[in-house]
């Protein structure tokens, strides 16, 4: 039989690792991309880096967060947009991690990025709620 002709992707390749805090996603996140040389792309470093690179959004995105406000659908996903457009996500595709949070992120998600796998972390509420409250204990400064 003929070979089937191969078609060209157009859209990097994504791994999704989903879950409550505190339930691994960054951990096996961060292994998976070291095994397949792929880079990690977490939401929050996204953020992070905004803010300190102090361009106009970066100071927005501080203030709304020292507000309390919950950000734009469309702020995360314009950087996670530029992120996936670069050179070394177009190459081996990206491990993204805590992202997609919402249906309509999933979608625009789709339209940036052709996800392969989704990966859905769980763990028992109690087990994760002393392990957040173990996280909490080493912040407290010392009695």
Request: aromatic share 2%; proline share 6%; glycine share 6%.
């Amino acid at each position: 039989p003929a070979a089937m002709p191969m078609i060209a992707r157009t859209l990097p390749r994504t791994i999704v690792f989903l879950g409550p805090p505190g339930v691994g996603k960054g951990t096996y996140a961060v292994r998976l991309s070291r095994l397949l040389k792929a880079p990690h792309v977490a939401a929050g470093d996204l953020i992070r880096d905004e803010i300190k690179s102090r361009t106009p959004l970066g100071i927005s995105v501080e203030e709304k967060i020292a507000a309390g406000q919950l950000l734009d659908d469309e702020v995360v996903l314009d950087l996670l947009a530029k992120r996936i457009a670069q050179a070394d996500v177009a190459k081996t595709g990206a491990v993204l991690d805590g992202f997609p949070r919402s249906i309509a992120q999933a979608e625009r998600l789709e339209e940036l990025s052709e996800v392969e796998l989704v990966v859905n972390l769980a763990m028992r509420e109690d087990a994760l709620v002393a392990k957040l409250l173990g996280r909490c204990a080493l912040l407290l400064p010392a009695s």
